[in-house]
């Protein structure tokens, strides 16, 4: 059964750091990319990074590049969001998700609508003082 499992958010004070990681169970990384979206409560949700799980290649819309970076590791089947100088406003529940790699090039998942193909549940992100 393949899975997405999101961890390592909490609650942390702006200009902080937090290292988001997305455990997958049921494929191996090399066949999928893997996407990190966000949801904030009353917005639609966007895009944060998005990474190919063979050669690492990765993706920023033009709003997420500077402060957040995108890794995976593929023998310990993570992919990994590492967000730094973190601001209220990336106060969020943070998803990760899957798709093959020969249905979606790992640039166009990050593209709107989001209709990757398996969802992890979530880990939420609270930045406030």
């Known amino acids: 059964q393949l899975q997405l499992i999101e961890s390592g958010g909490d609650l942390v004070q702006p200009r902080e750091s937090l290292r988001l990681s997305c455990a997958v169970s049921?494929?191996?990384?090399?066949?999928?990319?893997i996407g990190w979206f966000r949801q904030a409560p009353g917005k639609e949700r966007e895009a944060v990074s998005c990474i190919s799980g063979s050669d690492g290649k990765s993706y920023y819309p033009d709003s997420m590049k500077g402060r957040f970076t995108i890794s995976r590791d593929n023998a310990k089947k993570t992919v990994y969001l590492q967000m730094d100088s973190l601001k209220p406003d990336d106060t969020a529940v943070y998803y990760c998700?899957?798709?093959?790699?020969?249905?979606?090039?790992?640039?166009?998942?990050?593209?709107?609508?989001?209709?990757?193909?398996?969802w992890g549940k979530g880990t939420l992100v609270t930045v406030s003082s």
């Open positions: 049921g494929f191996t990384l090399d066949n999928y990319v």
């Open positions: 998700a899957a798709d093959r790699s020969h249905r979606v090039h790992y640039t166009r998942q990050c593209d709107p609508p989001y209709n990757a193909e398996y």
